[in-house]
């Protein structure tokens, strides 16, 4: 995964999924785990981070998008993740294209605080 994906939403983006889980864990060491594990995805992927502010933007083929914010709650970190049609010609077929992606993205997201849980109780 490359650093190249801008910090800001592109202009031309529709929120297509959103989600939010709590970990009952500092929220950095949620944000370092999170971003640990977006960084050994995909290689096809480019990626934005902003450490200071906890979010990742991850950008990958014409039409996705994902952003993850960490945030502290009273039992530990909130994760917040949203998959964007962020396509800028054909903006219609980001989701037809998509279909199989958002149509997963409910149980990759349940296995990603998971598998995040699962890592910072060791």
Known sequence: MTESAPLERPVRSTPLRAYAGEIHADPDAVFAA???????GSTESTLAVDRAGRFVAVQGGWW???????MASD???????????????????GPLAG????ADSP????ALLTGLAAELER
């Open 34 to 40: 999170l971003e640990r594990r977006l960084r050994e």
């Open 64 to 70: 996705y998008r994902a952003e993850y914010r960490v």
């Open 75 to 93: 039992d530990g970190a909130r994760i917040e993740h949203e998959v964007l049609n962020v396509a800028p010609r054909l903006h219609w077929a």
């Open 99 to 102: 279909r199989r992606v958002l």
């Open 107 to 110: 149980a990759a997201f349940g």
